[in-house]
T-cell receptor, first 112, second 114 residues
Framework: GESVGLHLPTLSVQEGDNSIINCAYS??????FIWYKQESGKGPQFIID?????DKRQGQRVTVLLNKTVKHLSLQIAATQPGDSAVYFCAVTTNAGNMLTFGGGTRLMVKP | NAGVMQNPRHLVRRRGQEARLRCSPM?????VYWYRQLPEEGLKFMVY????????ESGMPKERFSAEFPKEGPSILRIQQVVRGDSAAYFC????????????FGEGSWLTVV
């Protein structure tokens, strides 16, 4: 089965710095990867996704990098702001279905 | 354009009672998913439904839990004879299809069993 893990349970950064959150997955058949942001008491909010035919995708202040060779995924947040403070989850799936497998989450704390 | 709507947001039940959680997918979405989240943990898949069909229920406990997505109305996650271990946040998500469609989550229903 799939397992997804995160390297750092808590990440503390200074406002304005860049943040990098990492995720490892185990199933080499995984082909769709998503990052979600979850604030306390709320549901996961879609941030950015990437498919296995890409190794990088950029959004507004966020970049997702995919390394299929080592089955590693990262989320980079540029110029981190206090509003970015939340728990970030990576989720992976295959086109065989939409059952997302979530990592355990990384808590991002932004210091003003 | 309303997102995924869940209700109730908070529900308290005594042990042995039934809990019913409702989910209306985003407009235009016909695929619904239920996930459970324990405190400080990631979300765990429970069930995937389309209208009137259960597609994948591999994450559902074998007993006391059931889900449906009728032709009309919201999807329902039903938990019978609740126990304290059922206390969790239950999230519903929806998508327009299977392949390559973004999955959007609702704000969750927090179940507390006392």
């Amino acid at each position: 089965g799939e397992s997804v893990g995160l390297h750092l349970p808590t990440l503390s950064v200074q406002e304005g710095d860049n943040s990098i959150i990492n995720c490892a997955y185990s199933n080499s058949a995984s082909d769709y990867f998503i990052w979600y942001k979850q604030e306390s008491g709320k549901g996961p909010q879609f941030i950015i996704d990437i498919r296995s035919n890409m190794d990088k995708r950029q959004g507004q202040r966020v970049t997702v990098l995919l390394n299929k060779t080592v089955k590693h995924l990262s989320l980079q947040i540029a110029a981190t702001q206090p509003g970015d403070s939340a728990v970030y989850f990576c989720a992976v799936t295959t086109n065989a279905g939409n059952m997302l497998t979530f990592g355990g989450g990384t808590r991002l704390m932004v210091k003003p | 354009n309303a997102g995924v709507m869940q209700n109730p947001r908070h529900l308290v039940r005594r042990r042995g009672q039934e809990a019913r959680l409702r989910c209306s997918p985003m407009k235009g979405h016909s695929h619904v998913y239920w996930y459970r989240q324990l405190p400080e943990e990631g979300l765990k898949f429970m069930v995937y439904l389309q209208k009137e069909n259960i597609i994948d229920e591999s994450g559902m406990p074998k007993e006391r839990f059931s889900a449906e997505f009728p032709k009309e109305g919201p999807s329902i996650l039903r938990i019978q004879q609740v126990v304290r271990g059922d206390s969790a946040a239950y999230f519903c998500a929806s998508s327009a299809g299977v392949t390559g469609n973004t999955i959007y989550f609702g704000e969750g229903s927090w179940l507390t069993v006392v």
